[in-house]
């Protein structure tokens, strides 16, 4: 068990002093260029998703 405090303390330790954070403005327009990315990622997989419904509806619909 004080093994794991150990590692808890240190990974603090660490943030605190070896990790360098955005600024506030960087992580703002960061933050704004993920949700975009996201959105757009988003309508291309329902876009492409659209149409592979689509064919194979119409495929098996071909077939009867």
């Known amino acids: 068990m004080a093994g794991i405090v150990t590692y ?3 990974s603090f ?3 605190k002093n070896n ?3 955005p600024s506030w ?3 703002k327009r960061l ?3 993920v949700a ?3 959105i ?3 309508l291309a997989t329902w876009g492409v998703d659209t149409v592979f419904g689509k064919v194979i509806k119409a495929y098996f619909n071909l077939i009867n």
Do not use: N, P
């Open 40 to 42: 757009i990622f988003s």
């Open 25 to 27: 403005e960087e992580s």
């Open 19 to 21: 990790v360098s954070w």
């Open 31 to 33: 933050t704004v260029l």
């Open 13 to 15: 330790e660490e943030l």
């Open 36 to 38: 975009v990315f996201s």
């Open 8 to 10: 808890i303390k240190e």
